[in-house]
């Protein structure tokens, strides 16, 4: 019963660098999600996919890129990581995109 | 854009004590809703869910949530809180016209003092 697992728990960057956080879950749900979370502001959605090949913004996708290539696997690129992207990253799936999602252990992101 | 409140930002209570947590959303049409709870250094877990029917959901541990339509509410609650309880609690809503995404709230962070 692996579900979804996030890679790596924790990370530290400078700023600049490019950093690709790995989402991946073992149900074969269609909808794949990654959230930031931090305080004050709950979760946020960065981007969403719906099926393989098929991604969608969410609410604060600048200075994020996605990939679907494959169902299983939602990485999440900071394409030059920047210290107000220091957060935790939360990747999730679901069935179908308003059904309950189930979430992975999130990654510890900090940009020095 | 669907929005969602959660207007206690921090609660304190004692063992034993009764807990309400408030959530309001801003869509009028119909809705999903969620409550999740993360414990501390873990990911989210879903608490309870209403999509349709009885507006009053039981979850898992005790909890109970309402839904007010009325009143655009979704509160949580649990008659009795133990230690255990000490968590973060985000209510998430997905309306139907905001196409596949979940909107979550601010949080509210518990604290039950044994």
């Known amino acids: 019963d692996a579900g979804i697992t996030q890679s790596p728990r924790y990370k530290i960057t400078e700023t600049g660098r490019q950093v690709t956080l790995m989402c991946h879950q073992t149900w074969s749900h269609s909808y794949m999600f990654w959230y930031r979370q931090d305080l004050g502001h709950g979760l946020r959605l960065i981007y969403y996919s719906a099926a393989a090949d098929i991604t969608d913004k969410g609410e604060v996708p600048d200075g994020y890129v996605v990939s679907r290539s494959k169902t299983e696997n939602f990485p999440l690129t900071l394409e030059s990581a920047t210290r107000s992207q220091t957060s935790v990253y939360f990747c999730?799936?679901?069935?179908?995109?308003?059904?309950?999602?189930?979430f992975g252990q999130g990654t510890r992101l900090t940009v020095v | 854009a669907q929005s969602v409140s959660q207007h206690n930002h921090h609660v304190i209570l004692s063992e034993a004590a009764s807990l309400e947590l408030g959530c309001n959303y801003s869509y009028g049409g119909t809705v999903n809703l969620f409550w999740y709870v993360q414990y501390p250094g873990q990911h989210l877990q879903l608490l309870l869910k209403?999509?349709?029917?009885?507006?009053l959901v039981k979850g898992i541990k005790g909890f109970e949530a309402e839904f007010i339509k009325s009143k655009f509410s979704f509160n949580l609650r649990k008659p009795s809180v133990q230690w255990s309880d000490t968590a973060e609690y985000f209510c998430?809503?997905?309306?139907?016209?905001?196409?596949?995404?979940?909107?979550f709230g601010g949080g509210t962070r518990l604290m039950v003092k044994p």
């Open positions: 999730a799936s679901s069935v179908r995109g308003n059904t309950e999602a189930f």
């Open positions: 209403y999509f349709s029917g009885d507006p």
């Open positions: 998430a809503v997905n309306a139907n016209n905001a196409g596949n995404m979940l909107t």
